[in-house]
């Protein structure tokens, strides 16, 4: 992997250097690892994990962990080997976030809603030496391995508890795999807290996704970080809302061991099943983007259950609106907003709220909801600079600057991409790409993202992407993409299109159709808008006056 180096600043030596070196007693390398293995150790019989009828305790969900690295280990997987992960919310992606990271290996968790050709870029890009794929992905998986160069060793995954009709695509199935592993396999500790620990791509939003990299110090003190950030005491009853895809679930797969947690699994994301998992199951907390809060709060009576106490909601993406908030207060839920990007593990600021702030009058509790935060704890700096000249902004809320992170749960860096790794770290800081403001008492909030990415549904969308689809059609002669916002997804795409000359007849339905046949569906423009496209005098698109128009576009 190269990567950036890590920074060694000279350091004038002292009287406590002399003898007062590294031993095994006093230095073992940060991992996530250990949460594992101590939950086991000291509360064995807990329940770790439920799927359907099924349950694991800590000292099952340990040996199974330990029993998928012996199966890994004797398929040749060591120390940096990637092995991709396409699954569901189920013990396995659980399992695998332990199994695949106590070889050496890296785990490589990919999102189920991609195409296949952006799989085969990602299981090239990343060497995937094996694949473990539930057959409810057969169909795009088996297209992904005919276009993909490299050729791993595919582990299917048929879940019994909820059965799935695609078909096997390589010689052995999950559970068959694991029970060939050794339960007392002897796993091992990272070498270095620096190694990598899991590798997550970006959505691409210029050309080909991006490989981040996690190393096992980051995603230690991110386990530590999600438990204060939370607020989650001991034995929390997580319900997994949150793909564990993204950005390895927030790292929650490593956090609730910390505080020996009960996962809830669910499969898929509906209305009648998380209620029914809240109430039976007396979940404490879950995350979501804005698509699960209005899921919650549109659910039909039918579909609801009373909830035995208030849950914990942790969400990120745009902040959500007045009304939301009531919305889930009224069901049941405390909202807390956070944010980040896949290059600081998920979540790295949240809005830490103040009591006093309850008392203030609708609006101006609103204002303060809408800010990002301050830093998590796992987080060392927290900023809003100037990117050219690296100055902090001031903290007027009003000055735009560049959201800038420094510390441990930073990435890595980008795989295979020296010259993205360094530009992304100019500066001594990682540069977001998002612009903000900085309030007074600290607090961050986004005004814009610099890249126009458009976040739906918790999953971002490059406006670039979409308009270049666009403008392959042939009665496209410009096209423009914004976010416009959306009570269910939060944002979706609004595209503004200018037509060739002999083509009036195009409609909005013909172009939306053809981002379909072009575009992952997610993707895709939700409204077309027949206009001219207004420019500055050098002909760039004013996308800031587009984005108004967008939100009373029908």
């Given at each position: 992997m190269r990567l950036v180096q890590r920074l060694k600043p000279a350091i004038a030596r002292s009287p406590y250097d002399t003898d007062l070196d590294r031993h095994a007693a006093n230095y073992q390398p940060l991992t996530p690892l250990t949460f594992l293995e101590r939950a086991a150790g000291v509360f064995p019989q807990r329940t770790a994990i439920v799927h359907g009828g099924t349950t694991y305790t800590y000292a099952q969900f340990y040996e199974r962990a330990r029993r998928l690295a012996s199966a890994l280990s004797k398929q040749g997987i060591g120390r940096g080997d990637t092995v991709a992960v396409m699954l569901a919310n189920t013990p396995p992606m659980l399992e695998a976030h332990y199994g695949v990271p106590m070889t050496g290996g890296v785990i490589n968790t990919l999102n189920t809603r991609l195409d296949a050709a952006a799989l085969a870029f990602i299981l090239d890009?990343?060497?995937?030496?094996?694949?473990?794929?539930?057959?409810?992905?057969?169909?795009?998986?088996k297209e992904t391995l005919r276009l993909a160069k490299t050729k791993p060793l595919v582990v299917d995954y048929d879940d019994l508890e909820f059965p799935q009709t695609g078909e096997m695509l390589g010689d052995v199935e999950y559970e068959d795999f694991v029970a060939g592993g050794d339960p007392e396999f002897e796993w091992r500790?990272?070498?270095d807290e620096w190694d990598a620990v899991s590798l997550n791509y970006t959505s691409g939003t210029t050309g080909n996704?991006?490989?981040?990299?996690?190393?096992?110090?980051?995603?230690?003190?991110?386990?530590?970080?999600?438990?204060?950030?939370?607020?989650?005491?001991?034995?929390?009853?997580?319900?997994?809302?949150?793909?564990?895809?993204?950005?390895?679930?927030?790292?929650?797969?490593?956090?609730?061991?910390?505080?020996?947690?009960?996962?809830?699994?669910?499969?898929?994301?509906?209305?009648?099943?998380?209620?029914?998992?809240?109430?039976?199951?007396?979940?404490?907390?879950?995350?979501?983007?804005?698509?699960?809060?209005?899921?919650?709060?549109n659910a039909r009576a039918e579909e609801r259950r009373a909830l035995p106490h208030t849950v914990e909601f942790i969400t990120a993406a745009a902040p959500p609106p007045e009304a939301v908030l009531a919305g889930m207060a009224d069901a049941g839920f405390n909202v807390t907003h956070v944010y980040g990007l896949t290059e600081t593990y998920g979540p790295a600021v949240v809005n830490e709220w103040n009591a006093e702030w309850e008392s203030l009058?609708?609006?101006?509790?609103?204002?303060?909801?809408?800010?990002?935060?301050?830093?998590?704890?796992?987080?060392?700096?927290?900023?809003?600079?100037?990117?050219?000249?690296?100055?902090?902004?001031?903290?007027?809320?009003?000055?735009?600057?560049?959201?800038?992170?420094?510390?441990?749960?930073?990435?890595?860096g980008y795989l295979k991409n020296p010259a993205a790794t360094q530009e992304a770290f100019a500066g001594g800081w990682f540069h977001s790409g998002d612009l903000g403001v900085l309030h007074p008492d600290g607090y961050i909030q986004l005004k814009d993202r610099s890249k126009d990415i458009i976040i739906s549904g918790?999953?971002?969308?490059?406006?670039?992407?979409?308009?270049?689809?666009?403008?392959?059609?042939?009665?496209?002669?410009?096209?423009?993409?914004?976010?416009?916002?959306?009570?269910?997804?939060?944002?979706?795409?609004?595209?503004?299109?200018?037509?060739?000359?002999?083509?009036?007849?195009?409609?909005?339905?013909?172009?939306i159709a053809w981002c379909r046949d072009n575009l992952a569906r997610y993707k895709c423009p939700r409204y077309v808008v027949f206009a001219e496209i207004p420019k500055t005098s050098t002909g760039k698109m004013q996308k800031f006056k587009l984005r108004e128009l967008a939100k009373t576009a029908r």
């Open positions: 890009h990343g060497e995937a030496k094996l694949l473990i794929t539930d057959r409810e992905f057969a169909g795009v998986i500790m990272p070498d996704p991006k490989g981040v990299v996690f190393h096992h110090r980051g995603a230690a003190l991110m386990g530590y970080g999600n438990i204060l950030a939370a607020n989650m005491p001991r034995h929390p009853v997580y319900l997994w809302t949150l793909p564990m895809f993204h950005c390895n679930g927030w790292c929650f797969p490593w956090s609730l061991s910390v505080v020996a947690g009960t996962h809830v699994c669910l499969r898929w994301v509906r209305a009648k099943a998380i209620y029914d998992a809240l109430a039976d199951h007396k979940v404490t907390h879950l995350c979501g983007a804005p698509i699960v809060m209005s899921t919650l709060i009058e609708r609006g101006l509790r609103a204002t303060k909801k809408a800010r990002q935060g301050v830093r998590y704890h796992a987080l060392d700096a927290l900023t809003v600079m100037d990117p050219e000249t690296m100055e902090t902004v001031p903290a007027d809320g009003e000055t735009l600057g560049e959201v800038m992170f420094r510390g441990n749960i930073v990435m890595k918790g999953e971002n969308i490059s406006s670039l992407e979409v308009e270049d689809a666009l403008m392959k059609h042939p009665a496209v002669m410009m096209a423009a993409v914004v976010a416009r916002p959306d009570e269910k997804w939060g944002e979706t795409p609004c595209a503004f299109v200018e037509k060739k000359p002999g083509h009036e007849d195009v409609t909005a339905e013909d172009l």
